[in-house]
Nanobody, 124 residues
Framework: QVQLVESGGGLVQARGSLRLSCAASGRTFSNYAMGWFRQAPGKERNFVATISWTGGTTAYADSVKGRFTTSRDNAKNTVYLQMNSLKPEDTAVYYC?????????????????WGQGTQVTVSS
């Protein structure tokens, strides 16, 4: 089992920045690829970013490419999502997820463990 706890969400003005953190506990964190997803009210949960076990490979949704960056610190069992140039349409609950393999995926059905989510609200 892997337990995931997100933090760092909040209210920010458009064009501002936030950094989300996701702390993992349980099994060896470095064996897991990690992902970030988000869900706006009344909408499906959508892919945002993913990172491989070493951090050497990442992928992003087109809507956040160039604005968001994911990274990880395996010594701290933590993955991060740096969000810059935020837009009102980025408003959502953000979830981190772990999959029981070292390689990235954009599919939420390929992740095995999920955090509880953290709210990000971007005001215009």
């Amino acid at each position: 089992q892997v337990q995931l706890v997100e933090s760092g969400g909040g209210l920010v003005q458009a064009r501002g920045s936030l950094r989300l953190s996701c702390a993992a506990s349980g099994r060896t964190f470095s064996n897991y690829a990690m992902g970030w997803f988000r869900q706006a009210p009344g909408k499906e949960r959508n892919f945002v970013a993913t990172i491989s076990w070493t951090g050497g490979t990442t992928a992003y949704a087109d809507s956040v490419k160039g604005r968001f960056t994911t990274s990880r610190d395996n010594a701290k069992n933590t993955v991060y999502l740096q969000m810059n140039s935020l837009k009102p349409e980025d408003t959502a609950v953000y979830y981190c997820a772990a999959r029981s393999t070292r390689w990235i995926s954009k599919r939420n059905d390929e992740y095995d463990y999920w955090g509880q989510g953290t709210q990000v609200t971007v005001s215009s």
